[in-house]
């Protein structure tokens, strides 16, 4: 029974995938076709440009960074080991109000520089921050976490031996670590990068505001303004296939390689002369503009703002918002606990395709998400509707399209990869020797989750709730494509007074996002601390150890060496 509720769960995880194919088929190819010949090509060329600028940004802010807080000392690296990781808190969108603000023409950088140089309006060149440049900066900026999360994790389980060989072969600090660190951690570079180059796909709130016309965008505006279904759903599948080559590239740079193992730990290099404010500078850089930089804008907006920050309405909103977050929260976690325990008490090659069959929506854009279950859910309410009708004389109406449930349904699809990751790291900390001690006393298996496993799981499924909470907090697209009528969260409210230019109002809303997000990032950081704090203790035998908590709650595509324990 256990194993068939996973297997139903998991299943209806690729409703949306499975609807779009169906529906794709189904049409004649004539729309696609003249996108093929008009739009098309602007739409991969700016999605491509996007991924690439933005990869090639995040690898070198994340793998630099993590280098320096890890591998080198000098003042400051431990407040920068957590602060790195603030920008997680941060919706790329949000980032994109803020910067706009900060950096358009009327703003108070380009305003300050007329005034000091007495220049008017034609007589300079400014970067336009609403581009495709400046969408890849910003991206890049909060988005650059996970590289530095799973570059970092590699680097500590990385033995200074082979690094000191290389520096008495005569090699420098900085050969040795682009010829000997840097490869170590490749597949760890290579698992983080992914993560960004997915994110970047599936973002849509970031894009649209700056006017770069992606894929996402695409989507929304032919489903939505063009009416045109069929085309939207093709649109829809050239996008998910990106997002499946950009798996398979990643697959690819992990083939046959495994993260290094854990030896005798690093003492790091300590850093002197003009290497301090070299590396204190390259580790601020990311902080600020990831972080602190659109976070003090917004709140100097806020703050200039002559209105009550909880009038009735905005306290609406964050009703709104916490309920679905706690709510799609709630029911994401409970579909991974289903999920995760079939897993652990049945084995075999059955339960291991679960995971990975769970695992795509995180994949897959929310854009793509919302519009594969609207197919679904709009056919079954209007057969129902019809067949009421005929039978009794009375219409339903629309009983999941445009209701919580189908909101609640989405978020499970798109962040399950989170919560189950999450609670496998758990569970795997938990020795097989109990669950054998109570099945031997007569226990059953929800008996045995419920007395064994659930008090020893506590820690980590708060992690994987407040995780998947903020994720569902600035998850934009599905949220504004399902929600029901009349339904706003904070997330609407900011992208709708946005995209009417009203920044300053948009900086309240917006603010209590990254208020909220806050708080498992936070969490985040003193488990990065604590599994620091261990660092140099013996690794245990490869059957006892468990995946790195950090690293495998936050990051569900990595693939962490189990004999480097947290």
């Known amino acids: 029974m256990l194993v068939g509720a996973a297997v139903l769960l998991s299943v209806a995880s690729l409703l949306p995938l499975a609807a779009l194919v169906v529906s794709a088929f189904g049409g004649t190819g004539e729309a696609l076709l003249h996108y093929a010949e008009t739009v098309l090509p602007g739409y991969l060329v700016n999605t491509v440009t996007l991924c690439l600028a933005v990869a090639v940004l995040a690898t070198t802010a994340g793998v630099a960074s993590a280098w320096l807080v ?22 790329a969108y949000v980032s994109a109000y803020a910067y706009t603000h900060l950096l358009s023409h009327p703003g108070p950088v380009q305003t300050l520089l007329r005034d000091v140089t007495g220049w008017g309006p034609r007589d300079y060149w400014f970067p336009n921050i609403r581009s495709l440049g400046g969408a890849a900066f910003v991206l890049s900026m909060v988005l650059f976490p996970y590289v530095y999360l799973m570059a970092r994790a590699a680097f500590l389980q990385q033995s200074a031996s082979a690094f000191e060989a290389a ?103 300590a850093l002197s002369g003009w290497q301090i404010p070299a590396a204190i500078l390259a580790c601020a850089l990311p902080v600020a503009f990831g972080f602190l930089v659109p976070a003090l804008t917004l709140l100097g907006l806020g703050l200039g703002l002559d209105v009550a920050w909880f009038d009735p309405r905005t306290t609406r909103l964050i009703g709104n918002t916490v309920l679905v977050a706690a709510v799609g929260a709630v029911a994401t976690v409970s579909v991974a606990i289903v999920i995760a325990y079939a897993r652990r008490v049945a084995g075999g090659r059955l339960t291991q395709v679960l995971g990975q ?17 609207l197919i679904p859910f709009g056919a079954f309410d209007r057969w129902l509707n019809g067949l009421m ?142 599994s620091n704090q261990k660092r140099g203790q013996a690794a245990p035998p490869r059957e006892a150890a468990a995946p790195d908590p950090v690293m495998v709650e936050i990051i569900p595509s990595a693939e962490v060496d189990t004999k480097a324990a947290a």
């Not at 769970?358 to 994949?363: D, I, K, L, P, S």
């Not at 569902?472 to 009417?500: G, H, V």
Request: proline content about 5%; aromatic content about 10%.
């Open 70 to 91: 890890t591998m080198c000392r000098f003042p400051g690296r431990e407040v920068f080991a957590w602060a790195l990781v603030l920008p997680l808190a941060m919706p």
């Open 167 to 269: 520096r008495i072969m005569g090699r420098s600090p900085w050969r040795a670590f682009i010829g000997v660190a840097v490869p170590l951690a490749r597949p760890a570079i290579v698992a983080g990068l992914a993560l960004v180059m997915m994110e970047t796909l599936a973002d849509y709130g970031a894009v649209s505001f700056f006017g770069v016309q992606t894929f996402t965008t695409a989507i929304y505006r032919t489903w939505f303004s063009l009416g045109d279904r069929t085309a939207a759903v093709q649109l829809a599948l050239v996008l998910v296939t990106l997002v499946l080559l950009v798996m398979a590239l990643e697959r690819v740079g992990r083939r046959g390689k495994r993260f290094s193992e854990a030896g005798r730990p690093f003492r790091g290099l």
């Open 357 to 373: 069959l769970a695992g795509f929506g995180y994949a897959v854009p929310g854009a793509v998400i919302a519009v594969g279950l």
């Open 389 to 530: 009708v005929a039978t009794f004389g009375v219409g339903t109406g629309l009983i999941l399209t445009g209701t919580i449930a189908a909101l609640v349904f989405a978020y499970v699809v798109r962040f399950l990869a989170v919560s189950l990751n999450g609670v496998e790291a758990g569970m795997a900390r938990i020795s097989p020797s109990l669950d054998w001690a109570s099945r031997t006393l007569g226990a059953g298996q929800g008996r045995t989750f419920c007395r064994v496993h659930a008090p020893l799981l506590s820690g980590g499924l708060l992690t994987a709730f407040l995780i998947t909470f903020v994720d569902i907090m600035k998850e934009l697209p599905a949220t504004l494509i399902l929600r029901p009528f009349n339904f706003d969260t904070l997330a609407i409210r900011a992208n709708r007074l946005a995209s009417d230019e009203r920044l300053a109002e948009a900086a309240v809303p917006s603010l209590m996002i990254i208020a909220v997000g806050l708080i498992p990032v936070i969490l985040l950081s003193r488990q990065i601390t604590r």
